[in-house]
């Protein structure tokens, strides 16, 4: 556990009494409760609680009794306990997910930028996401890329998300779409321009989700084959074929 509101509630109620910020935080490092690389625990869980008790008030779990010193409201039972410590797990879970997704795109980024790279291209990625990832170079002509990266999901399928915003900002023909297929054992590269795109939204082999802010792009690589949106539309062609771009 390294939530100190959390640390705080054990604590209170296995001690069953009035307790300092301070003898909380101690009890908590004591008990393994906590982990914490700040010059100030203390503070932090003065702070945590005082929180607690400020905005949710008396559904708060603590009840401050004079300054400093806290105990744990009556009203406060086990099941809400493990309730905050659910709700905690959830939200530690989502933020391992979203830190995870963070690092696989920018990968997949650095992955397609070195590629491009090696072909001659003088290319770069971008410091801020506004719907370009890399912008390339070669024989004086600009190149905008798009880059999405998935990992095989359990029904043997790649799914990526475009905004349609940025679609609908950067629908030139020099504008490309690099989808990083990332299996265990390899990595291929889906690349389509801009009007193959389009072309598969207007088949509706892609579709529009999420209340018409974002494209689902389903791929999927059977017996060497690619297929997007389903099994009648073949863009093998487009699969690790950089030529694409040009």
Known sequence: MSNFKLAAIKILRDEGKLLHYEEITKKAIENNLIETSGATPEATMNAQIS??????????????????FYSLNP????K???????????????????????YIGKAGEYLVCSELLFRGYNA???????GIDIFATKKNTLYNIQVKTSNENKYKTYVFDLRISSLERYNKNNTYYVFVLKESKKIDFLI??????????????????????????????????????????DCTYYLNNWDIIR
């Open 75 to 78: 009203n406060f039972s086990i």
């Open 51 to 68: 929180v607690d008790i400020k905005l949710k008030k008396e559904k708060s779990a603590f009840v401050r009794i004079k300054p400093g």
């Open 192 to 233: 389509l321009p801009y009007n193959e795109i389009q072309k598969n939204i207007d088949l509706e082999n892609i579709l529009v989700i999420n209340k018409n802010t974002r494209y689902r792009v389903n791929v999927k690589l059977r017996n060497n084959k690619l297929y997007v949106g389903n099994k009648e539309n």
């Open 80 to 102: 809400n306990e493990l309730d905050e410590e659910k709700h905690f797990e959830e939200e530690e879970k989502l933020n391992l997910e979203n830190i995870g997704t963070q």
């Open 124 to 130: 770069s990625v971008m410091s801020v996401d506004d």
